[in-house]
Every structure is written in structure tokens, then in C-alpha cells.
């Protein structure tokens, strides 16, 4: 059969959806043309609601996502013509729309968006900012003494106001990670205790902190992850005695400065070490406050017991790993890296991480992934190429992809539900509507 | 008489005949009835009762049964099992004996001496034939009437069994070479009978004397004197058989990244971990890009240009840069004033000068023009001055040897063996091999009248890979120096050759800006039966633009990427697809 035959094939659908009732329509079978794409069955739908202001919808045939046309996607999915196609639909994610954009000093590195209040970027210029919803600077966290690679927010420390206090977890390139207690109240900004987490012996590039535990973990390019409590480390200001003295020792002799090094280490002792990975350690993302996976530049991700400090899993992957992801329920995971795809893994449908599913469209490296923290279908993910793009792993083409920077974009991160910031080399950060447009 | 069963259809398929009572027509024209056998029954009983019955065939084109005979059943056997159709030997009776007889008694000497008989038989022949009257030459004619020379008008060369060939023989001379025409001749010719020369002189010449003479030599100089067996084959098979690129996953294929300074670029390194990318400048200035981002993080400004750069292979922050007859050793993250020192000035003897925690300088007699890093970063050696002196310096132990006499030949590059202490020399003609504990030469590679450019040794130092100025690459086994492999490519001179420290990967590039990617797959001791082998992946072409100083290579150190520079102020990124 010819592809004109096959647009040309009547085809008997029958809509359902999970929508409230004000969206449903009869589930009995009408007949529509096999030629017609998302927007025809999405207009079928709105004239069946006999609606004023048209809803765009997506379709969904046994859980893909229609991207061409219904007789094809029937035909690829070896449905028969005479049988009732079940089609099930939901509302269509509009496409994202650019809002505040607010100049950063210097490139942003990394973006966490997981706290309502606030949007936290780390910059080149060695600096954690924080920034209102609507892209407001509310202060600047200083301390380290390189770029920031990484930034993290974790749960303030018991007793403090939930509502409105948060950790900042900075990892930097002077192989510390330092903790910033913030609290917020009304548009000013507290600084609390700093905290430095001192043990790396390169540049600290990734950090995370785990959902209900007092824990985070970094990675670096010394081919390690560590796992560090939120309230160990050293305050930050006996650390700042301690570097006037290092400095006026500097100008002595180079050992007397590894000697003070050295004593420096031996004072934490509170982390715990992962040994097993045999190239720069490029990602951490946890599964679960017992389980931590890495992803690194030897093609691997990994798993870890935190408990033991034991490797559990060694999964080798098509590339490099740059960034990694896992989702809230721990069952799947997003990484990407220098093949410049987005690779989305279930181990329930695949025992290995290379045969997982590969989303291609980014013209360079893929710097971020994130998953959407309200649907658990949808990815964000940013690339070298400067793009921004929404994926929904049931189909195999991106949702909406955005040109959101001039040069590479390094971050991307969900901001709630609706929102979405990205920051990259030109030293903006940018905010995004995106949302099921009703 | 001709037999009145032929058949005489011809050449015509017996199925037409299946429907008629009759299968064709003899030659008289009357038809041949088809042998209306016996019902299957019948048949199948007669059979049973005659034993012989599986020789009986029925004869389509006749339509009647015959029999085989015993000897068709030996004919038959004989045909089928490939042998000849009648027995060479079947005549002979007691073979065995005769053979006994050979192999068991003397041999007589009748064997040995000319038949006595025959000799006797042959005289006799010669005295009948020349009793004989002169025969008639009409009835001879008659006699030769069927005979013909069945090789007339064959120009043949007679191949013998060494394989030798024979000199074609000339035309055997005709009636117009004679001295002596018969008669008749004369006649046929129209000559007078008088004609009858006395000597050689009063001949007339042969007008196509000399040429036939000349003809004749260029025979006997042009004739192959030996049988050549040519081979025939197609162009595919003598081809070695090699993988398809894409199993030999991954090779750098495409640009991912670019570092771009607003400045010409002298040198470039990676460092060993991977993570920073150095490049020094015409401009005296150093930038170090984060290899990840591509961020530049540090700009230090000297007042001469580094002409190279090499980042220390272990200790992490740790760069080596030629300054003109200076080599520093410098911490790349520390700011460091080098403003008062005169990098061009030159010392008597090798001297290192501290000046700071871990920054120091090696003076040299003359202007540095390379350093190569040995893996464990103890040791590095330098290229300096006109007369190409090479010098090996320890850096934990600040001394500066020079094991090896001053040559003549520039020198073009030098590099450690990355697990045995051997130190290679490359020069235009050969790359000596010394043996640093015994400061003796080793080896020497060299193959024919190539005219080396650039060396490299691979990461397990079981091959030396050389680049040629004819566009070859030369590729030596360190163990054994008379295994070589030439691997030619069309195109420009060899800039620099370099082998991936993990993957098995090397990569050349020439003066024509091609980057020509190679997998390699080397023996070890202990699989000496696979060939060595080594398969073009992938080729990267410049454009003109891009062609200006591009023989800058490197791999990174872990993955399979390659930097490269393309165009003056720019470092691409190549990686996997």
C-alpha cells in the first residue's frame, strides 16, 4: 500500500482522554481521514467540545506521541484499518515563551530552579547569585576563588522556616564546595552560617543534594564522587584564618604549604569517598537518599551504595557522560554528553544504558538535562548549540525547541511547573512561560 | 545400409510425440510405433522374476527397450568414477612380474649400448633408398596429393619443458636465394637460359636483404627467452581486506568545539588530565582554556613569545614553555613577573636558575627549539641551536646531561619510549634508537631514500611511526627494525604524526591541511598470528582559509577527541558522532 493510499484510508477513531469533564468527549467511533496531523484531530476534538476559544491537544496511540500523520503512525504501530483506533488526548505544551532576561556578569555555569522563592545561578567569575522568580538579583554568594561549576539547593537545617530558608550547595573549580545558608523575607536576603567542604584534589564539577536527607554529593575531575553531610565541613570563617596564615607561609618553601594542606584534610574526614570511576566524574544525580549515580567521562554511569560507599551497577554508554539526570521515581534516566544526543534509559526495558532510547536533534554537545518536576513524560535540555529544548519521551521529535542563546548554553532548569531558566556564554539568564495552554 | 530405426525428428523435443501412437519417422519416412509396453503390473512382476532387469532402459527416440550390456556397465563405472574410458594397462598381463623384474635384477648392458639390430635395419633402409630409381615427379605429386602442412601460416613458439622458448626459426631459403636456379625456374622468372652466374659476386642483390636481416635480429633481441606466468587477477583481490570504519568505533569525526584567540597561534598542549588546554601566541601570551566549557580561565603575558608549550604529563598545574634559549618551568595558575629576566641572553654551560617556588630556567647555549616531556615527567630533553644539540634534563634533580654526540644532520624531533629507557632521534634520513642506561645507539630505522619529516612512537612503544616529505607514512616495528610497512597517501608532505595515548588511533596531518584519521591495531608478543594492521577511518579537509599552520594536532588525552588548529587563531574540537 502506497503512502497516498494510506492518507487516503478513512479511519474509525474513538477519543478518550483523563481530562475533567468539561474536556471529555463521546467515546464512540467516528470516522476521520487518515491524512489528518496533531492540528486536524485537535480542531475533530474542539468542534466535538463545540468550545469558543480552540484548546490545542496532543494525541497519544498505545502511549506514542502522533508527530505525523494518523494513517502513518496507524500503519507504523501495525494497526489495522478496520479496527477502532483508540486515541487518547491530552493538552498540548505551547511552545516556550520568552519572559524576563536579566544580565549576568560573567557565563552561567549551572542553574537550580527547585526552590519556589528563588532561582539560584553559579557564574565563571567564582559567584553563586540568587535571583527572584520574575529575575530580580537578590544577593551574591562570594567565597570561592575560581568559577562556580555547579550549584545545588538543599533543605535548611532543622528549625529554621522551611517556607522561606534554603542551603546553596557551590562547587567550585578550587576543589572546595562551600554551603550557604539563605533566608529569605520579603525581597531581602539573610546570609547565614558558610560552610566550606574541603577533600578534592581537582575541580569540583557537579553537585546534588539528596530529597529527604541531610546529605549532598559532589564530583570531580580527580575521578571521584563524594558524599558530605550538610552540616559537616568547616566554617567558613576559621577557613579564612586559615588562609591568612597559608598565604604568609606561601612565599616560605612549597612544603610547608603541603604540610598545611595536608593538616587541612585530615581535619574533615566526614565524607565519604567513591572510588571506581577511571575519568573526570562529570555528573551526580540521586535515586533515592541511598542510592547515588554518576556519570562520567569513561562512558559509565554508575550506581553507589552511600551507605557502604560500594559501587552496585556499571553501566557503559555510547559517550562520554556530561550531565545526568534521574527521574523523581528513580526508574528512569536522562543523560547526554558528547554524542550530542539525549539518551532516556528504563532499566525495565533495557538491561543495558547503550540500547536506550536516543532523542536526536542538538547540533552540538548537550550540556543539562533535567526532568520536568510536574510531568513525568517531559525533559528539558540544553546544548552547545545555544538551544533549549522540550522533549516528550514518548515521541521521538522535540516538542519545542528554542534558540535561546547566541553561544553554548551550559544550564537549563524547570522553575515550578511553568517556568524555565537557561543560562549560558553570553552571560545571560533567561526566563521562560512554558505550560499546557488553555 | 543405413539401420531403419533412426530416428529422424531431428532436434525436436520428445514431447511433442506424447499424445501420438508413433514417436517420429525412420529415414525411410515410416513411422516408429511407440513399444506399448506392458501395464505396470505386469512390468513390476517380470522384473521381480529377471534379476538382470535394472540394465533394461527404454530408448525415447526410438521408443524400444534395449539392454545394457556388461561391458556398458564397465564403460558406465569407469565414466562415473572420473577414470579413463579404456584401461592403459588392461593389455599388459602379469604387470607385477614385469615390475619385480625391473626393480630386482641388474641391469644389462645391452641397456646401455645403441641397438646393434637397429643399426643393422637402418643401413639396410639407407642402401634400399638409395637403390631405389629416381621417381617420377608427376606420380609423386600424386602421392602428396592428401597430405598438407596442417601448421602452415601458424607463427608458433615452441614452449620446452624448462619453460624456455625457442628462437623462432627463419623461412627456409626459396628458389631466389639459389645460386643455381633449376631450369624451369629460370624460365618461370622470363629469364634468358643463359642466365647462370658463375659466382656469388655476379648476383644481383635482394632488395629486402637488409631488412629481413634487420627484421631477423629484432626477432631474436625481442623474443622472451623464458615462459612468463601471468597472473590474473581483479584489483579487489590483491587489496587487503580491512574492517569497515564503522566497526571501529570511536574516531573523531566532526567539530564540537572551538577555542578562538584574537592572536596567532605557536603551540598548543592538553594536559594529561584532560581538563585544561594550553596555546601560546605570537603576542607573548599564553591563554588556558577549560576544555569543557571552552572558558578561557588564564592569560599570562611574557615579554617573548613561547614558541612551544607543554603542560607537565603528571603533576597538574605544571607548564614548560620555550623562551627563547630559556626553557621555564612555571605554575600556570600563579601569577609570576617574568619582566626582569632576559630570556634571550645565553650561558657557556646549562644552568638552572630558581625563581620561585616551582618556577625555574634553563638556560642554553643557544635559541630551544623543542621539548618533549618523558611519560613520568622526570625527564625532558631539548632541541636547541643551529648544530642541533640535544640535551636531557632532570627536573627533580635540576641537572642537564648530554648523552649524545653533536650531529651534522638537523634534527627534527626526539621522544622518549614511553616504558623502556630508549631515546629516539629523528633526522631527514633515519631515527636512531639509543639506549639511554648504555648511552650507545640501538638502532637505526630507515627505509630506502625517504626523507623523514616527523616521528612518533605509539603508546604500547611496540611501532615507530615515521611521516615522509613524499606524503608516507612509515611504519617500523621497535623489536625487530627490518619489519617495516610503507602506507602511501596521495598528497602533500607529512606535518606530524601522533598516536592516542588510550585508544588506538593515530593521526597525520600534511602540509595541505588534510588530517587523515588511522586505526591501528598492533601485534603483541603474545598474538604474533594477527597481522598488523592499519585502516584509514576518516579524513578531516581543510579549507584554504583554514590551511595556514594547521600541522598542529593533538588527542586528548582520554577520550577520542583530537584538537586541531584550523586557521590562525583557532583550536577545533573533533569528537565521535
Same mark, same amino acid.
Given at each position: 500500500m502506497s503512502n497516498e493510499d494510506a492518507s487516503d484510508v478513512e479511519i474509525a477513531v474513538s477519543f478518550v482522554t483523563r481530562l475533567p469533564e468539561e474536556f471529555r468527549v463521546s467515546e464512540s467511533a467516528i470516522e476521520v481521514p487518515g491524512r489528518l496531523t496533531r492540528y486536524g484531530l485537535s480542531e475533530v476534538v474542539n468542534h466535538l467540545l463545540g468550545a469558543?476559544?480552540?484548546?490545542?491537544?496532543?494525541? #497519544?496511540?498505545?502511549?506514542?506521541?502522533?508527530?505525523?500523520? &494518523?494513517?502513518?503512525?496507524?500503519?507504523?504501530?501495525?494497526?489495522?484499518a478496520e479496527a477502532t483506533l483508540v486515541v487518547e488526548y491530552v493538552p498540548a505544551l505551547g511552545p516556550p515563551t520568552a519572559a524576563e532576561t536579566t544580565k549576568c556578569e560573567a557565563w552561567v555555569s549551572s542553574i537550580d530552579g527547585s526552590w519556589a522563592k528563588a532561582v539560584v545561578t553559579g557564574s565563571f567569575d567564582g559567584k553563586a547569585r540568587l535571583w527572584s522568580p520574575v529575575g530580580k538579583l537578590l544577593c551574591e554568594l562570594e567565597g570561592a576563588e575560581e568559577r562556580v561549576c555547579s550549584v545545588s539547593l538543599a533543605p535548611p537545617s532543622a528549625g529554621a522556616d522551611a517556607e522561606n530558608a534554603c542551603v546553596v550547595l557551590a562547587a567550585s573549580a578550587d576543589h572546595t564546595l562551600r554551603s550557604y545558608a539563605v533566608t529569605l523575607t520579603g525581597k531581602k536576603c539573610e546570609l547565614g552560617e558558610q560552610r566550606v567542604f574541603k577533600?578534592?584534589?581537582?575541580?569540583?564539577?557537579?553537585?546534588?543534594?539528596?530529597?529527604?536527607?541531610?546529605?549532598?554529593?559532589?564530583?570531580?575531575?580527580?575521578?571521584?564522587?563524594?558524599?558530605?553531610?550538610?552540616?559537616?565541613?568547616?566554617?567558613?570563617?576559621?577557613?579564612?584564618?586559615?588562609?591568612?596564615?597559608?598565604?604568609?607561609?606561601?612565599?616560605?618553601?612549597?612544603?610547608?604549604?603541603?604540610?598545611?594542606?595536608?593538616?587541612?584534610?585530615?581535619?574533615?574526614?566526614?565524607?565519604?569517598?567513591?572510588?571506581?570511576?577511571?575519568?573526570?566524574?562529570?555528573?551526580?544525580?540521586?535515586?533515592?537518599?541511598?542510592?547515588?549515580?554518576?556519570?562520567?567521562? @569513561?562512558?559509565?554511569?554508575?550506581?553507589?551504595?552511600?551507605?557502604?560507599?560500594?559501587?552496585?551497577?556499571?553501566?557503559?554508554?555510547?559517550?562520554?557522560?556530561?550531565?545526568?539526570?534521574?527521574?523523581?521515581?528513580?526508574?528512569?534516566?536522562?543523560?547526554?554528553?558528547? @554524542?550530542?544526543?539525549v539518551n532516556v534509559w528504563d532499566p525495565r526495558e533495557s538491561a543495558s544504558a547503550k540500547a536506550c532510547l536516543k532523542l536526536k536533534s542538538h547540533e552540538g554537545w548537550v550540556s543539562c538535562v533535567r526532568w520536568s518536576?510536574?510531568?513525568?513524560?517531559?525533559?528539558?535540555?540544553? !546544548?552547545? @548549540?545555544?538551544?533549549?529544548?522540550?522533549?516528550?519521551?514518548?515521541?521521538?521529535?522535540?516538542?519545542?525547541?528554542?534558540?535561546?542563546?547566541?553561544?553554548?548554553?551550559?544550564?537549563?532548569?524547570?522553575?515550578?511547573?511553568?517556568?524555565? /531558566?537557561?543560562?549560558?556564554?553570553?552571560?545571560? #539568564?533567561?526566563?521562560w512561560n512554558v505550560g499546557s495552554s488553555k | 545400409m543405413f539401420d531403419d530405426t533412426i530416428n529422424s525428428t531431428g532436434d525436436v523435443p520428445a514431447a511433442w510425440y506424447r499424445d501420438l501412437s508413433h514417436v517420429g519417422y525412420n529415414l525411410a519416412g515410416q513411422r516408429l510405433q511407440r513399444n506399448v509396453g506392458a501395464d505396470a503390473l505386469s512390468k513390476l512382476l517380470n522384473d521381480v522374476d529377471?534379476?538382470?532387469?535394472?540394465?533394461?532402459?527404454?530408448?525415447?527416440?526410438?521408443?524400444?527397450?534395449?539392454?545394457?550390456?556388461?561391458?556398458?556397465?564397465?564403460?558406465?563405472?569407469?565414466?562415473?568414477? !572420473?577414470?579413463?574410458?579404456?584401461?592403459?594397462?588392461?593389455?599388459?598381463?602379469?604387470?607385477?612380474?614385469?615390475?619385480?623384474?625391473?626393480?630386482?635384477?641388474?641391469?644389462?648392458?645391452?641397456?646401455?649400448?645403441?641397438?646393434?639390430?637397429?643399426a643393422k635395419s637402418v643401413l639396410r633402409l639407407v642402401r634400399a633408398l638409395r637403390q631405389q630409381p629416381r621417381r617420377n615427379v608427376s606420380a609423386g605429386e600424386n602421392d602428396i596429393q592428401h597430405t598438407?602442412?596442417?601448421? &602452415?601460416?601458424?607463427?608458433? &613458439?615452441?614452449?620446452?619443458?624448462?619453460?624456455?622458448?625457442?628462437?623462432?626459426?627463419?623461412?627456409?631459403?626459396?628458389?631466389?636465394?639459389?645460386?643455381?636456379?633449376?631450369?624451369?625456374?629460370?624460365?618461370?622468372?622470363?629469364?634468358?637460359?643463359?642466365?647462370?652466374?658463375?659466382?656469388?659476386?655476379?648476383?644481383?642483390?635482394?632488395?629486402?636483404?637488409?631488412?629481413?636481416?634487420?627484421?631477423?635480429?629484432?626477432?631474436?633481441? &625481442? /623474443?622472451?627467452?623464458s615462459n612468463r606466468v601471468r597472473v590474473n587477477m581483479a584489483p579487489d583481490?590483491?587489496?587487503?581486506?580491512?574492517?569497515?570504519?564503522?566497526?571501529?568505533?570511536?574516531?573523531?569525526?566532526? #567539530?564540537?568545539?572551538?577555542?578562538?584567540?584574537?592572536?596567532?597561534?605557536?603551540?598548543?598542549?592538553?594536559?594529561s588530565s584532560g581538563e585544561w588546554l594550553a596555546c601560546s601566541t605570537k603576542t607573548a601570551k599564553v591563554f588556558i582554556f577549560d576544555i569543557h566549557t571552552g572558558c578561557c580561565l588564564q592569560k599570562i603575558s611574557f615579554g617573548i613569545a613561547p614558541t612551544a608549550i607543554r603542560w607537565h604529563p603528571v603533576k597538574p598545574r605544571i607548564l614548560l614553555l620555550i623562551l627563547g634559549c630559556c626553557v621555564l618551568v612555571t605554575d600556570a595558575f600563579s601569577v609570576f613577573d617574568a619582566s626582569n629576566v632576559n630570556f634571550m641572553e645565553t650561558s657557556e654551560l646549562m644552568s638552572w636558575i630558581q625563581l620561585g617556588v616551582s618556577t625555574f630556567i634553563v638556560r642554553h647555549t643557544s635559541i630551544v627549539k623543542e621539548i618533549v616531556w618523558h611519560e613520568k615527567g622526570c625527564y625532558f630533553a631539548t632541541i636547541f641551536g643551529t648544530k642541533s644539540g640535544v640535551m636531557i634534563h632532570n627536573l627533580d634533580k635540576q641537572e642537564s646531561q648530554s648523552p649524545f654526540v653533536k650531529h651534522d644532520a638537523p634534527i627534527l624531533g626526539t621522544s622518549f619510549h614511553p616504558t623502556k629507557a630508549f631515546f629516539f632521534i629523528c633526522s631527514q634520513k633515519s631515527v636512531r634508537m639509543y639506549n639511554?642506561?648504555?648511552?650507545?645507539?640501538?638502532?637505526?630505522?630507515?627505509?630506502?631514500?625517504?626523507?623523514?619529516? /616527523?616521528? /612518533?612512537?605509539?603508546s604500547s612503544g611496540l611501532s615507530l611511526f615515521v611521516g615522509t616529505r613524499n606524503g608516507n607514512l612509515l611504519w617500523f616495528d621497535i623489536g625487530s627494525s627490518t619489519h617495516s610497512k610503507v602506507i602511501s597517501m596521495r598528497g602533500a608532505a607529512i606535518g606530524s604524526v601522533i598516536c592516542h595515548e588510550k585508544y588506538p588511533l593515530l593521526a597525520t596531518v600534511a602540509f595541505d591541511g588534510d588530517v587523515n584519521i588511522f586505526h591501528i591495531s598492533e601485534t603483541s608478543d603474545f598474538d604474533s598470528t594477527t597481522e598488523p594492521m592499519i585502516v584509514p577511518v576518516n579524513t578531516i579537509k581543510s579549507t584554504r582559509t583554514e590551511i595556514v599552520d594547521c600541522c598542529r594536532i593533538q588527542f586528548h588525552p582520554c577520550q577520542p577527541w583530537l584538537f586541531l588548529q584550523r586557521g590562525k587563531a583557532n583550536i577545533g574540537l573533533f569528537s565521535p558522532m
Open positions: 469558543t476559544t480552540p484548546t490545542p491537544f496532543d494525541f #497519544l496511540i498505545d502511549g506514542t506521541l502522533l508527530r505525523t500523520s &494518523l494513517a502513518k503512525l496507524a500503519l507504523r504501530l501495525g494497526k489495522s577533600g578534592h584534589e581537582g575541580t569540583v564539577t557537579d553537585v546534588a543534594s539528596a530529597y529527604g536527607a541531610r546529605l549532598f554529593a559532589s564530583c570531580s575531575v580527580d575521578c571521584t564522587a563524594r558524599v558530605w553531610k550538610i552540616d559537616g565541613g568547616e566554617s567558613a570563617n576559621e577557613k579564612v584564618t586559615k588562609k591568612r596564615r597559608t598565604s604568609k607561609k606561601s612565599e616560605a618553601t612549597d612544603d610547608d604549604a603541603m604540610v598545611d594542606d595536608a593538616s587541612a584534610k585530615i581535619g574533615l574526614g566526614e565524607e565519604l569517598v567513591l572510588r571506581g570511576h577511571t575519568d573526570q566524574v562529570r555528573a551526580v544525580s540521586w535515586e533515592s537518599p541511598q542510592v547515588l549515580w554518576t556519570g562520567a567521562y @569513561d562512558n559509565t554511569i554508575r550506581a553507589w551504595d552511600v551507605e557502604t560507599g560500594e559501587e552496585k551497577e556499571s553501566h557503559h554508554t555510547n559517550s562520554s557522560v556530561h550531565t545526568l539526570d534521574v527521574s523523581r521515581g528513580g526508574s528512569r534516566f536522562a543523560f547526554g554528553g558528547s @554524542d550530542r544526543l518536576p510536574t510531568n513525568e513524560h517531559h525533559i528539558v535540555s540544553s !546544548g552547545y @548549540d545555544g538551544k533549549v529544548k522540550l522533549w516528550d519521551i514518548r515521541g521521538r521529535v522535540p516538542l519545542h525547541s528554542v534558540s535561546s542563546h547566541d553561544g553554548k548554553n551550559f544550564a537549563v532548569d524547570y522553575h515550578g511547573g511553568e517556568r524555565l /531558566c537557561s543560562g549560558g556564554d553570553d552571560g545571560q #539568564l533567561r526566563f | 529377471d534379476r538382470s532387469s535394472w540394465r533394461k532402459l527404454s530408448d525415447g527416440l526410438t521408443g524400444r527397450d534395449f539392454k545394457l550390456s556388461q561391458s556398458d556397465i564397465v564403460l558406465l563405472r569407469r565414466m562415473q568414477a !572420473g577414470r579413463l574410458l579404456t584401461d592403459p594397462l588392461a593389455h599388459i598381463t602379469g604387470i607385477s612380474q614385469i615390475m619385480e623384474n625391473v626393480v630386482s635384477t641388474t641391469e644389462p648392458k645391452r641397456r646401455f649400448q645403441p641397438s646393434k639390430w637397429e598438407r602442412d596442417i601448421w &602452415l601460416g601458424v607463427q608458433h &613458439l615452441v614452449h620446452n619443458s624448462s619453460g624456455s622458448v625457442r628462437v623462432p626459426k627463419p623461412l627456409p631459403p626459396g628458389n631466389h636465394f639459389s645460386f643455381n636456379p633449376p631450369a624451369e625456374y629460370v624460365a618461370y622468372l622470363g629469364k634468358s637460359s643463359d642466365y647462370a652466374p658463375k659466382s656469388l659476386r655476379q648476383l644481383h642483390s635482394y632488395e629486402n636483404f637488409t631488412r629481413e636481416r634487420f627484421e631477423r635480429c629484432l626477432d631474436l633481441y &625481442l /623474443c622472451p627467452r583481490e590483491i587489496l587487503p581486506q580491512l574492517p569497515s570504519p564503522k566497526s571501529l568505533k570511536p574516531f573523531p569525526e566532526i #567539530l564540537t568545539q572551538s577555542y578562538t584567540i584574537s592572536e596567532k597561534i605557536m603551540s598548543m598542549s592538553v594536559h639511554l642506561k648504555t648511552q650507545e645507539l640501538e638502532k637505526k630505522f630507515s627505509k630506502g631514500t625517504a626523507v623523514n619529516s /616527523c616521528m /612518533c612512537i605509539s
